[in-house]
């Protein structure tokens, strides 16, 4: 079976922050989840491995044909579905021939792959994405962007399969077609994810932790269970370690009172003992330096303690998470913050679609790929007109989180980026609420374009949350994709802490579960129901 092998592999940031150094490991044959927080440097390991990033030092080899699906598809443009699958100059050299051109430049590019149609739409149909092969890309959804990309890496036939967050922006129907896919890969595959149910379809669980890869057999649940109980030894050693070192403290200082109260006694005894000064003197070096061989005893062991504690902390596991307290707000119950009649787009809602939002309303949006939930979104926002129909707002901004995360100035840093959303913000609180969102030191200057898909959306929701005015409407357009566990955890409670209105498109049934939500409302055939 096909493997990847990385040797002595270094690379690091543009700002000269180490990601690896020398790091060697072998992905084998089958199915491999690798998992680590946001900005540990996972995407990066999959663009060395697929070639797009050159590594300082070392090597990577992976056998056979190489597919690979990033996460930062392409979400706009006029390619077509069939330049997006790579089969466009063969379907046009088959026409040609069809048409009676037999010019041997047709037969070169078909070569055998005459049945690329035929192949390409049962592809298609496995990945449940029905769409005209002339289609562009920017009348697709993300979702259907996400299974369209893979199913471009599919038709490779590929050996070695790097997946970076193949979930995002999947509705359950098309996330089930990708895990029945998954579940058939002969090769060899490598699936950066934080969807939970992928990950127990897993063979194995690689681990990225502080620039080392460490296997775990077993899928995500058995590693989840195997990190809990190393976690609690660590903890366990931790306690032990520290009441050692008391323990060796409080002896070490018994010892030198000891010490002291015996050295004070023999100079009075020496003293009423009237022997000559010689003597006494010998007496009293011995006295000193058996309490010092003692005091040495005692702080070579307390030393000994400290690095047992040292070494029982560098072994527990540090989550980093955010700290999310969004902006404060208050919107009274009966105003409406946004109206919408008879809305038409983009081919989209043939009938109108009707939509108000009253209040501090917490909206869920639900729906399959392609119905028009980002479409709605950002009619509600005003960042697209609608062909027909009547919108009012209230006063007040409407703070918009795109699914597509293209909000950010790549060339700028997120400082840069934060400075321009949030100018009367004083520089020291900026630096102070970047922290909060793991920017810290050189890591908050860094170009947006450097950013891991995780890093991007924490980056991306600092500047749109906290923007000023702050906000009255949330509009989240799958705001839990590349966020790991701890961060997602963060985001539902600053939710349910906020005072003002949000509509929320998520597929993750789980996060929207726990957001408290007032309304669900689903689109699908053109129109809202609920």
């Avoid at 592999?9 to 990601?19: A, G, I």
């Avoid at 490991?25 to 690798?34: I, K």
């Avoid at 009676?100 to 390409?120: K, L, N, Q, S």
């Avoid at 509509?503 to 049934?509: A, K, P, T, W, Y």
Wanted: proline fraction near 5%; glycine fraction near 10%.
């Amino acid at each position: 079976m096909s493997e990847i092998v990385l040797s002595g592999l270094s690379f690091s940031w543009p700002d000269d922050t180490p990601v690896f150094d020398h790091l060697s490991a072998t992905f084998p044959g089958g199915r491999t989840g690798l998992v680590a927080p946001n900005g540990s440097g996972k995407t990066t390991l999959l663009k060395l491995v697929a070639g797009v990033l050159e590594p300082a030092t070392g090597s990577v080899t992976a056998d056979g044909v190489l597919g690979y699906l990033p996460q930062d598809l392409p979400l706009s443009g006029e390619p077509s579905v069939a330049e997006i699958l790579g089969v466009a100059p063969i379907l046009a050299a088959i026409a040609a021939v069809e048409s009676g051109d037999a010019a041997e430049a047709h037969f070169t590019t078909i070569g055998t792959d005459w049945d690329v149609e035929d192949r390409t739409r049962a592809q298609l149909d496995r990945l449940g994405l029905d769409v005209a092969l002339d289609r562009t890309l920017g009348t697709l959804s993300g979702g259907q962007i996400v299974s369209l990309g893979l199913a471009a890496q599919l038709l490779k036939r590929p050996d070695v399969l790097l997946l970076d967050e193949p979930t995002n922006n999947l509705d359950r129907e098309a996330r089930h077609k990708l895990y029945a896919v998954l579940d058939d890969w002969s090769g060899c595959l490598v699936v950066v994810s934080h969807d939970r149910a992928l990950l127990d379809r897993m063979d194995r669980i690689a681990e990225l932790d502080r620039g080392e890869i460490r296997f775990h057999g077993g899928n995500f649940t058995a590693y989840e269970a195997a990190v809990q109980a190393a976690r609690d030894v660590a903890e366990k050693n931790i306690r032990n370690a520290e009441q050692e070192v008391k323990r060796e403290k409080r002896e070490l200082q018994q010892a030198r009172e000891r010490a002291a109260r015996r050295a004070s006694t023999a100079s009075r005894n020496l003293g009423n003992a009237g022997l000559p000064k010689i003597f006494a003197g010998t007496m009293k070096r011995n006295a000193q330096e058996s309490a010092g061989k003692a005091d040495g005893t005692h702080t070579a062991r307390v030393d000994a303690a400290k690095a047992k504690l040292d070494q029982a902390e560098r072994a527990r596991r540090g989550e980093q998470k955010i700290s999310l307290e969004l902006p404060q707000t208050v919107v009274p119950a009966g105003r409406t913050l946004f109206l919408g009649e008879g809305l038409r787009a983009r081919g989209l809602f043939p009938g109108g679609v009707d939509l108000a939002i009253r209040g501090p309303e917490r909206i869920a949006l639900t729906g399959p790929n392609g119905a028009g939930k980002s479409t709605l979104l950002r009619l509600v926002h005003g960042d697209l007109e609608p062909d027909s129909g009547a919108v009012s707002r209230a006063e007040g901004r409407i703070a918009f989180l795109s699914q597509r995360l293209d909000l950010l100035d790549d060339d700028r840093t997120v400082a840069e980026n934060l400075a321009a959303a949030a100018p009367a913000l004083p520089p020291s609180q900026r630096m102070n609420l970047l922290a909060r969102f793991l920017f810290r030191g050189a890591r908050a200057h860094l170009p947006v374009g450097v950013l891991s898909g995780g890093e991007r959306l924490r980056a991306t929701l600092a500047c749109v949350l906290f923007a000023e005015p702050a906000p009255q409407l949330l509009l989240l357009d799958e705001p839990t994709n590349n966020l790991d566990l701890v961060s997602t955890g963060q985001l539902e409670n600053a939710l349910t802490a906020y005072r003002g209105a949000f509509v929320v498109v998520s597929h993750d049934e789980r996060f929207l579960e726990r957001l408290g939500i007032d309304r669900r409302l689903r689109l699908e055939n053109g129109d809202v129901h609920g």
